[in-house]
């Protein structure tokens, strides 16, 4: 079992920056990839970005790509997302999830979840 906890959320105005954190607990192993997801409401949850077990490879959903970044810290267990120019549409409940089968976007293929943090993007 392993636990994940988000944090870093909250209201900020368009073009402003936010880091979100993600710790995990529990058993943990070295190669896992972690993800980020977002969902808003009406909507399906969406793939925004993930990284591998090493933290070499990087993916990105287009609408991200340019403004995120992904990045982790195994010492930690933690990965983080650095949000840029953030825009009203990245509203939504974002979520990390942990994949001990490699590194996708389908978020059918993540075997954990954390509760999820609020980020509010004002105009």
């Known amino acids: 079992q392993v636990q994940l906890v988000e944090s870093g959320g909250g209201l900020v105005q368009a073009g402003d920056s936010l880091r979100l954190s993600c710790v995990a607990s529990?058993?943990?192993?070295?190669?896992?990839?972690m993800g980020w997801f977002r969902q808003a409401p009406g909507k399906e949850r969406e793939f925004v970005a993930a990284?591998?077990?090493?933290?070499?490879?990087?993916n990105y959903a287009d609408s991200v790509q340019g403004r995120f970044t992904i990045s982790r810290d195994n010492a930690k267990n933690t990965v983080y997302l650095q949000m840029n120019s953030l825009k009203p549409e990245d509203t939504a409940v974002y979520y990390c999830a942990a994949s001990f089968r490699g590194m996708m976007s389908d978020k059918a293929g993540y075997d954990y979840w954390g509760q999820g943090t609020q980020v509010t993007v004002a105009s």
């Open positions: 529990g058993r943990t192993q070295r190669n896992y990839a």
């Open positions: 990284i591998s077990g090493g933290g070499y490879t990087t």
